[in-house]
């Protein structure tokens, strides 16, 4: 089937630890995003990549951080250094980028935890 | 970052009634979506908007790009239990890689 994938959906961890978190596509688009979600609150953007090997902070980047070593895939770690890191995240992906006028696709999202 | 005015911020509504919604800001946008999502699932694409005035349906939802590029509408007719959940519309804006999201409207049908 095609589509976003995302991994684990639930995810559980000690406070200090470092997480990662998987996210792959099978539609050949060439952007992918990562977006935190919190309770009564839209979406915001962490990070964002339109090619291989190149990437972009979004607006509340601090305390995590991505590569994008293949098209197809964009994992997302959760550092130490992010300060309230529970929250429900969502892996995104895109044709051509959203500033080029297409709509991006989302994932059925991760559930982290922070204990 | 920039967010969008989004409202109602909730909705309790009887099943049959129609719904509207709507997104609000203070800066011009090119392109406007709106996306549905339930409860622990990612957002779902329901109508993309890219020219000012335009108005597109899709089944029962029908959203419009506002005249004045900083607003857009989206309306749900006859709703049924499955319309249940939280809508979110999202924008961009000219010469910009990201998309700004509303807060959502959460949906309740009552049947």
């Known amino acids: 089937d095609g589509g976003i994938t995302q991994s684990p959906k639930y995810l559980f961890r000690k406070e200090g630890q470092n997480v990662t978190l998987s996210c792959e596509q099978n539609?050949?688009?060439?952007?992918m995003y990562w977006y935190r979600q919190d309770p009564g609150q839209g979406l915001r953007l962490i990070y964002y990549?339109?090619?291989?090997?190149?990437?972009q902070k979004g607006d509340i980047a601090e305390g995590y951080s991505v590569s994008r070593e293949k098209k197809e895939s964009f994992p997302l770690t959760v550092t130490s250094a992010q300060k309230n890191p529970t929250a429900f995240y969502l892996c995104?992906?895109?044709?051509?980028?959203?500033?080029?006028?297409?709509?991006?696709?989302f994932g059925e999202g991760s559930w982290l935890t922070v204990v | 970052g920039q967010q969008l005015n989004q409202s109602p911020q909730s909705m309790f509504i009887q099943e049959g009634e129609d719904v509207s919604m709507n997104c609000t800001s203070s800066s011009i946008f090119n392109t406007w979506l709106w996306y549905k999502q339930d409860p622990g699932e990612g957002p779902v694409l329901l109508i993309a908007l890219y020219k000012a005035g335009e108005l597109t349906s899709n089944g029962r939802l029908t959203a419009q790009f506002g005249i004045t590029r900083k607003d857009s509408f989206l309306n749900i007719s006859a709703s049924i239990p499955s319309d249940v959940g939280i809508y979110f519309c999202a924008g961009r804006q000219g010469g910009s890689e990201k998309l700004v999201f509303g807060k959502g409207t959460k949906l309740t049908v009552n049947p």
């Open positions: 539609l050949n688009h060439d952007a």
């Open positions: 995104a992906s895109s044709p051509k980028g959203a500033f080029s006028g297409n709509t991006i696709y």
């Open positions: 990549s339109q090619i291989v090997n190149d990437f």
